[in-house]
């Protein structure tokens, strides 16, 4: 199956800070979505983005699907972005909605 | 609007013993999906149904079972437990091709002992 590899696997960060996340993935995708999983244990959908770049308030990503990876920025960083973000892709070859998640990066952002 | 509704909440079994997890919609989404998460692991799909009627494995469908009863709901099935089945699973459902975001259930704590 597809191989999709997260770093860093934790990330320590000061309030206003900013961050980036990254995901590589092992073969071509025609779904990639990025997922926060708050303190609580609920998954909300962040960005869909097989390729590109978006934008959503602090938020932005970035995916260059020649080159295999995904980008998530965190700019001025606030204690509500604490959790963990999962990197999600369906190989092209895969049913639409049948994703293969990295191991996600922990993040604790302090006041 | 309750999105995707997932009963129980928390459970703890005794290894062997059977159970059912529930999971309902109600957006009218075509395919349905059973995810279970570990520590350090991510989530691992467990069974998805892409569309009524349909049920396909996924990546660790080993000692579970799925039935998709209707459009609405899409229920995961221990026979025997075992305590390797200790996790958090959720429940995910999409209208289907294109749509772009997942509606995730709030999760079942299981513990088998």
């Known amino acids: 199956g597809i191989q999709v590899e997260q770093s860093p696997p934790d990330l320590i960060l000061q309030e206003g800070a900013n961050s980036t996340l990254r995901c590589n993935f092992s073969?071509?995708?025609?779904?990639l979505q990025w997922f926060h999983q708050n303190p609580w244990g609920q998954l909300i959908n962040l960005f869909y983005?097989?390729?590109g770049t978006k934008q959503n308030g602090r938020l932005s990503a970035t995916t260059v699907a020649t080159e295999r990876y995904s980008l998530l920025y965190i700019s001025s960083s606030q204690t509500t972005d604490s959790g963990v973000y999962f990197c999600?892709?369906?190989?092209?070859?895969?049913?639409?909605?049948?994703?293969?998640f990295g191991a996600g990066t922990q993040v604790v952002v302090t006041p | 609007n309750a999105g995707v509704t997932q009963t129980p909440k928390f459970q703890v079994l005794k290894t062997g013993q059977s159970m059912t997890l529930q999971c309902a919609q109600d957006m009218n989404h075509n395919s349905m999906y059973w995810y279970r998460q570990d520590p350090g692991m991510g989530l691992r799909l467990i069974y998805y149904s892409a569309s009524e009627g349909t049920t396909d494995k996924g990546e660790v469908p080993n000692g579970y079972n799925v039935s998709r009863l209707n459009k609405r709901e899409f229920s995961l099935r221990l026979e025997s437990a075992a305590p390797s089945q200790t996790s958090v699973y959720f429940c995910a459902s999409i209208r289907g091709r294109r749509d772009y975001g997942y509606t995730f259930g709030s999760g079942t704590r299981l513990t088998v002992v």
């Open positions: 073969d071509s995708v025609n779904n």
């Open positions: 983005i097989p390729s």
């Open positions: 999600a892709v369906v190989k092209t070859t895969d049913s639409w909605g049948k994703f293969q």
